[in-house]
């Protein structure tokens, strides 16, 4: 069975950092691309950024372009978030996705901004 | 980018009734469009994928259709636990693009 179980939210200032993890498990993680959705509250989908197998092909909604990193660890089965700059309106529900047709989700992990 | 149009933003059925949601994409995205279910408070859950395959595991009640910009996502019968937001999603180029979500509510 896929499991994957995201960390690291948490209330943070804005300006300030944050790194989310997602532990994946029950698949191959290192043949699959890995993504980022966040949901604000209240509020629909937001895809944030994806990365590929092997790292090789990376992308970013423009909203975060240069501000957050995305890279993953596949001995390590794990996939990782590094938010730096963070903003108010990056406060959200961070969801870690597998696949390019996006089939599984982990349950997310809560993100504040505020000061 | 594709900007993704549903429509209705929501709705309101009756448990058995057949229900349609539609998706316009901005532009030909051939039959890259994935359907996602989110229960309240839960994480969302993929339906479809490439238009019109079902995911492992999801009941032949659901269905999806389209190609080019029009898609649509019918659910057979509607039942209980099917009230949801739902929303189309495209996978056929970068940056991935959702639509607002159609909420089904109970009649």
């Known amino acids: 069975e896929v499991q994957l179980v995201e960390s690291g939210g948490g209330l943070v200032k804005p300006g300030g950092s944050l790194r989310l993890s997602c532990a994946a498990s029950?698949?191959?993680?290192?043949?699959?691309?890995v993504n980022w959705v966040r949901q604000a509250p209240g509020k629909g989908l937001e895809w944030v950024s994806s990365i590929s197998s092997t790292s090789a092909y990376i992308y970013y909604a423009d909203s975060v372009k240069g501000r957050f990193t995305i890279s993953r660890d596949n001995a390590k089965n794990s996939l990782f978030l590094q938010m730096n700059s963070l903003r108010a309106e990056d406060s959200a529900l961070y969801f870690c996705?597998?696949?390019?047709?996006?089939?599984?989700w982990g349950l997310g992990t809560l993100v504040t901004v505020s000061s | 980018d594709i900007q993704m149009t549903q429509s209705p933003s929501s709705l309101s059925a009756s448990v058995g009734d057949r229900v349609t949601i539609t998706c316009r994409a901005s532009q030909d995205i051939s039959n890259y469009v994935a359907w996602f279910q989110q229960r309240p408070g839960e994480a969302p859950k993929a339906l479809i994928y490439s238009a019109s395959r079902l995911q492992r595991g999801v009941p032949s009640k659901f269905s999806g259709s389209g190609s080019g910009t029009d898609f649509t996502l019918t659910i057979s019968s509607l039942q209980p636990e099917d009230f949801a937001t739902y929303y189309c999603?495209?996978?056929?180029?970068?940056?991935?693009?959702f639509g607002q979500g159609t909420k089904v509510e109970i009649k």
């Open positions: 029950g698949f191959t993680f290192g043949s699959y691309i």
């Open positions: 996705v597998t696949g390019n047709t996006f089939d599984n």
């Open positions: 999603q495209q996978h056929f180029v970068y940056p991935r693009t």
